[in-house]
């Protein structure tokens, strides 16, 4: 018997509908992703800010089998879709957790930093969950993980070195002078002059 993920998908948007984090856990082809990003947002957004902050999940994607359990802190709204055998108050937590571990890492996080620190935001939400599981609610711990893999970064010199890195050591390399023609089989390539780095 399958069993079924706890977590279906994450999704972060704007007061705009605009999408700023989606993560799905279960397989959706892209047309139906962006009809449940539609239909959730509309479901969530016409809702009052003082009831209950969890419903029914939308038709696409699962109807009653799954819960829409959500937080709307200032211009975002985060979307956990869930199993319906899941605590309504656990993934809340888990909500707050996540939002509290973003404030920490970006000191006030805000939309901007959803969109500038993408890579860092993913990075934080599989410290959280991983694969449509919970791996760690203890923020704490959390950010001490995101601390590590940024000491990491700046020690290899960062991703955004790494071209300049690449063109450094092409530079150093002793090549050979290049060849001016290549023959291979019935083909012949002519390689132009270049100018040297």
Sequence with gaps: MKQEKMIKAILVFNNHGKP???????YFPEDMQQQIIRETFHLV???DDN???FLEGGSLIGGSDYKLIYRHYAT???VFCVDSSE???GILDLIQVFVETLDKCFENVCELDLIFHMDKVHYILQEVVMGGMVLETNMNE????VENQTRLEKSEGGLSAAPARAVSAVKNMNLPEIPRNINIGD???????LSPF
Aim: with cysteine.
């Design 20 to 26: 700023r984090l989606i993560r799905f856990y279960q």
């Design 45 to 47: 957004s016409k809702r």
């Design 51 to 53: 009831v209950c902050n």
């Design 76 to 78: 975002l709204y985060f």
């Design 87 to 89: 605590s309504e108050l």
């Design 142 to 145: 959390i950010v001490a993980q």
């Design 187 to 193: 083909i012949n390539i002519k390689v132009p002059n």
